[in-house]
């Protein structure tokens, strides 16, 4: 599939039935223990915060997705993450994941087609609501990194992340408790949590397109 029927296509499957929740959990962390309560990443509640998810072409006209990696002096220090932050107070939900992509990786919001959004995942431990947006972009953009805040910019092949071959599971363990968490292995940094939760519902739709 070529990128321009892409595009036609991943704009009326964002308009219809998301997968929601379900492909969201495919990702997420399972504590070891029985009795620990997972929280509700559904909730309507917590302050309300933008990723963007930058989709691009390659030469190949395969689609690419643009990540981050955190520097180790701010929020989620040192993890794979999309574009984004919390809102401003009264700043809409896409002007906050258009701006903060500007600022961490210099992407021209010009250059950038909205095509939808996915399912918002709430973080209990930071009390955010991410809102994910869809952006595509004709063309490899050219991105600058903020080096206050992105240590370094990674971009992948959704079709590489649907393959599952990079896929992996691995205990990890905690202060209080361990965990058995899925990610990708794509960095020597693992693609896990709340970004790999997000990429799970966006994985799915791309399922849909291509299959």
């Given at each position: 599939?070529n990128?321009?029927?892409?595009?036609?296509?991943?704009?009326s499957s964002?308009?219809?039935?998301?997968?929601?929740?379900e492909?969201?959990?495919?990702?997420?962390p399972?504590?070891?223990k029985?009795?620990?309560?997972?929280p509700?990443?559904?909730?309507?509640?917590?302050h309300?915060?933008s990723?963007l998810?930058?989709l691009?072409?390659?030469?190949?006209?395969e689609?690419?997705?643009?990540l981050?990696?955190?520097?180790d002096?701010?929020?989620?220090a040192?993890?794979?993450?999309?574009?984004?932050?919390r809102s401003d107070?009264g700043?809409p939900?896409?002007e906050?994941a258009?701006?903060?992509s500007?600022e961490?990786?210099?992407?021209d919001?010009?250059?950038?087609?909205?095509?939808?959004?996915l399912?918002?995942l709430?973080l209990?431990r930071?009390?955010?609501r991410?809102?994910?947006?869809?952006?595509?972009?004709d063309?490899?953009?050219?991105l600058?990194?903020?080096?206050d805040e992105v240590?370094e910019?990674i971009?992948?092949?959704?079709?590489?992340l649907y393959?599952?071959?990079?896929f992996?599971?691995e205990?990890?363990?905690?202060e209080?408790?361990?965990f058995?968490?899925?990610?990708?292995d794509i960095h020597?940094?693992?693609?896990?949590g709340a970004?790999?939760m997000i990429?799970?519902e966006l994985?799915?739709?791309?399922?849909?397109?291509?299959?």
């Amino acid at each position: 599939m070529n990128y321009k029927a892409f595009k036609d296509k991943i704009r009326s499957s964002l308009k219809t039935d998301l997968p929601g929740k379900e492909a969201q959990l495919k990702m997420m962390p399972v504590p070891l223990k029985n009795e620990i309560e997972l929280p509700d990443i559904s909730s309507g509640t917590g302050h309300p915060s933008s990723v963007l998810i930058p989709l691009f072409p390659d030469e190949n006209e395969e689609v690419n997705v643009v990540l981050t990696l955190r520097t180790d002096s701010i929020r989620h220090a040192g993890q794979i993450s999309f574009p984004g932050g919390r809102s401003d107070p009264g700043e809409p939900l896409i002007e906050t994941a258009l701006r903060e992509s500007e600022e961490e990786i210099s992407l021209d919001r010009n250059s950038v087609e909205i095509v939808g959004s996915l399912t918002p995942l709430y973080l209990y431990r930071t009390d955010n609501r991410i809102n994910p947006f869809v952006g595509l972009v004709d063309k490899k953009p050219e991105l600058k990194r903020n080096p206050d805040e992105v240590e370094e910019i990674i971009t992948v092949p959704l079709k590489r992340l649907y393959t599952g071959q990079d896929f992996r599971r691995e205990e990890k363990h905690f202060e209080h408790n361990s965990f058995d968490v899925p990610y990708w292995d794509i960095h020597k940094v693992p693609l896990w949590g709340a970004t790999a939760m997000i990429l799970s519902e966006l994985l799915e739709v791309y399922g849909r397109i291509v299959e």
